[in-house]
Every structure is written in C-alpha cells, then in structure tokens.
C-alpha cells in the first residue's frame, strides 16, 4: 500500500533523500518497487513529474544530486516522489516548516493544484496557523496524543471551544499594528559599513567561474536594547550576515564596528578577547550541542575558556538556567533528555553565559511549535529589557519579526531594499520585493486576536 495507496512528505527533505542518489532516480524508484511502467516510462513519468511541481529544467535536474538543490526544490522532489503512482490518501508532515513565505506560497499553492487535479485526500501536519488558515478544510487539534477538538477551517480558528486550541491560537504571532518603544539614545553597539561577501563558484578548466554577490554593500546599526530583524529569501544573504558579524568566515570588504572599533581587519588572536562579547543562537539548538556533553559542562566551557574559575562558571550557570526557565537539575543531564524547546532555552543561557553586549540569534525559532515559540520569544524579550543587550534577529517568519524587532531589514539578492519599523514594512511595504513576500505570508488574510504583551 506504501506509495501506491498513501503516500508521505516529510518535513526535512535532505535527511529524507538519498544524499547517494540522484533524485531522478529516487522517483523511479518507487515504481520500479511497484514493478510500474517500462523503464523508459518511468524516466519519461519522472520528467513529467518535475514539471508539473514547478522543478526548472527537468532533464538536467534528474541526474542531479540532493545537495545541489535548494530547500524549496527539494521538497518538490519529495512531493513528485509521492505522487509518482497518483494515490488517493497524502499525508504532508510539517511540509514547508524551514521554508521561507515565497516558497512555502508556491509549495502549498502546488498541494492545492494536486488536490485539485487529482482529487486526493490530503492530511497536512503542521504548528503553523497560518498554514492551516491557508490550505485546510476541516482541522482536528491534538494536545498529548488526544484529539481535543476538531471542526472547520472557521469555527476552529475563530471560535475555539478548548482551553488548549484558545492557548494555542493566542501564542499564534500577530502581525504587530504598535510600535514596540526603544530608547534610541542607548549606546550604539554594532555599526555595519558597506559589508561584501562575495562567492566565486563554478571554476574549472573549461568554464568561467560564477561570482555571487552574498552581502553586497550592506550598512545597518544596531543600539543596546534594540532588536534589529534581518528577512528575506533562502539565499537573500540574512545568515550570511551572521556568520561575518561574528568572523565566521571571511569578509571581502567594509567596516565592522563593534563599540566603536573597527574589527574587519582583526586576525583571530586579536578577536578572541571580544568574542565573549557577541554570541549566537543557532538555528538547530540539538545540532549545536554536543551530545557527549552534560548541559551544565556546554554552558561552563565558555566562560572557563575565557578566564572564569570553575566553581563560579557553575554557579553562573545555574544561574542561568533558573534564569531561562529551566530547573537547576538540567546542569547534570544531556541534550537529548529535553524538548526542542527546552534546548533553544539552553543555548540562549549558553549565549548569555559571557555577559554579551550583543546577540545573533539565526532562525533561533523557525523549528518550534506557536506556544514554544511564544514561550521563546517572551524569554528573548524579557532578558534584552532587564540585560540592555542588543540583538540582530535573522528569520523567514515575518509574523515572528513584526512581533519581536524594533526595526527590520528586508534582504533580496544580497542587498537590503527596504529598512523601518515593522508597522510600515507590514502595512504601507514600498519595495516591490518586500510587497511579494509581505503577500505570501500563509493564511494573511486570518489574524489572531492580538493580546495585550
């Protein structure tokens, strides 16, 4: 029944393909398991699948490797995949959830055309309201394995009648209609100058090489207290930004001014004692924490590395956790003993752990559910106010942006074509490029009830 009856989208592509294989042949193989078609029918049913999801020249696309697609391609391939013998039942799990708002438009405007097309059933796993908001008929809300409620699109969304479905749709981001207040006065930490990064690819005997423009002149300041949010595209250059503020990787030109000085030119023995004072959040707290370490030794390890005694990094570290929310007990157990959000809780005490003046949260967010989120988010909020720190928040979910920035970055193509208060970017968008994505933002025609923060 697997592929031909029902078949699944999974919601991290990359670990659900064949790094070994190219994807053409991932499509054929599910119906040569189902001894379906003629070999060449299936190349042919392969072809005709990757044009019909949107995927850009499907010839030279079928011998290609996974890697060398994009997150949005990717999940196309997924869903050829499962549509290669037209079943009747598709079950998406989380499907778009690490894609930014233009290509999770196009991936869920694709699921609607299929639906349409082929008359299929379709059950979508997702945390994310607008995408319920956006694509679904009917919605059933789980809560500990238990369905607790479940109705139309309507009155589930506008009527709730569970305690639990209300608290979910209040922690939902609103697109914010006031203006959170900094004092613009406070103590300039960053100040970008015309930052380039620039990537050279393609080069080889017989071809010229490719020169992209990854950050390409871009100027922004950054204050104590101030959350500065960097949007846009996979590919638009936001976490790019973030791996040059910290010198991560090389820069080609411009000026970094952390505190008034310049630190571009620095080498690494001149920039390790100011590391301690920018830190980050990734992205995948679970990846960027080691699985053999105890959570109390991951947070420790910086300050002792930069001078601390053991004995007070413990008791900062306890500190800490307390502070994030999380019982002191966590100091002696490991990563995978916790939630997802429990470990973005750990590695936003692991950045603070130095006493930062500044904080690159990347995408610190994007994995979790709406009421984890919002757990999160109020946390990021509550520690820049009492800490004065300063953060640049880089992510694809514009309603997380309204919610938690003073300011916001749009970023296309390396560049950043519109800059302000999110209540303008959202409301009266001036660049072209900012009004497409501010439009593909799932289900933007739906608006929680905004609560009073």
């Known amino acids: 029944m697997r592929g031909k009856d029902m078949a699944m989208i999974f ?30 029918a299936r190349k042919q049913r392969a072809l ?6 949107g995927l850009p020249d499907p010839k030279v696309l079928y011998d290609t490797h996974p890697f060398r697609l994009s997150g949005g391609q990717r999940q196309r391939v997924m869903i050829a995949m ?18 930014d708002v233009t290509t999770q438009a196009q991936i869920l405007a694709l699921i609607a055309k299929i639906q349409k097309e082929k008359g299929m059933g379709v059950m979508f796993v997702t945390h994310d309201f607008g995408v319920v908001a956006e694509i679904a008929h009917r919605v059933a809300v789980m809560e500990k394995g238990i369905l607790v409620e479940q109705g139309s699109v309507d009155q589930v969304l506008n009527n709730p009648r569970h305690p639990y479905t209300q608290r979910l749709i209040a922690a939902v981001p609103h697109l ?70 910290l010198k991560l990787i090389k820069i080609d030109g411009g000026e970094i001014r952390f505190q008034g000085t310049d630190i571009a ?36 390890d910086g300050p002792i590395a930069n001078g601390d005694s053991p004995r007070d ?4 570290t306890r500190e800490l956790l307390e502070l994030v929310g999380l019982d002191v007990s966590a100091f002696d157990r490991y990563p995978n003993q916790f939630s997802g959000g429990q470990r973005q809780r750990i590695g936003i005490a692991r950045a603070l752990a130095l006493n930062p003046s500044l904080i690159v949260a990347d995408e610190s967010v994007s994995a979790l559910d709406v009421s984890v989120q919002a757990q999160v988010l109020e946390l990021l ?5 009492r800490l004065q720190i300063g953060i640049i928040f880089i992510t694809h979910d514009l309603r997380v942006a309204s919610q938690i920035c003073h300011s916001i970055a749009v970023m296309h193509q390396g560049k950043i074509v519109e800059f302000g208060k999110p209540t303008d970017i959202f409301n009266n968008p001036q660049s072209d490029y900012t009004k497409r994505l501010v439009d593909a933002i799932p289900g933007k025609q739906w608006e929680p009830q905004e609560s009073v923060v």
């Open 11 to 40: 919601q991290e592509p990359m670990s659900a393909l064949n790094p070994l294989m190219t994807v053409g042949a991932q499509v054929t193989e599910v119906m040569e398991a189902h001894r379906a078609f003629t070999p060449d």
């Open 48 to 53: 005709d699948l990757f044009n019909f999801v």
């Open 82 to 99: 499962a549509l290669a013998l037209e079943p009747p039942l598709l079950i998406a799990d989380e499907p778009t959830t690490a894609l």
């Open 176 to 245: 914010r209609k006031i203006e959170r207040v900094v004092a613009k006065e406070g103590e300039v930490v960053l100040e970008v100058a015309n930052l380039q990064k620039t990537y050279v690819t393609g080069r080889t005997l017989f071809t010229k090489p490719r020169i992209i423009k990854a950050v390409d002149n871009v100027s922004f300041t950054v204050r104590r207290g101030e959350t500065l949010g960097i949007v846009g595209e996979s590919g638009s250059g936001k976490s790019t930004i973030g791996k040059c503020l």
């Open 265 to 300: 030119g620095y080498s690494e023995a001149q920039l390790r004692p100011l590391r301690r004072h920018v830190q980050m959040i990734f992205q995948d707290p679970f990846a960027s924490l080691n699985p053999r370490h105890t959570v109390g030794r991951s947070i420790c």
């Open 313 to 316: 990094a413990e008791h900062r």
């Open 381 to 385: 909020q509550s520690l820049q106010k």
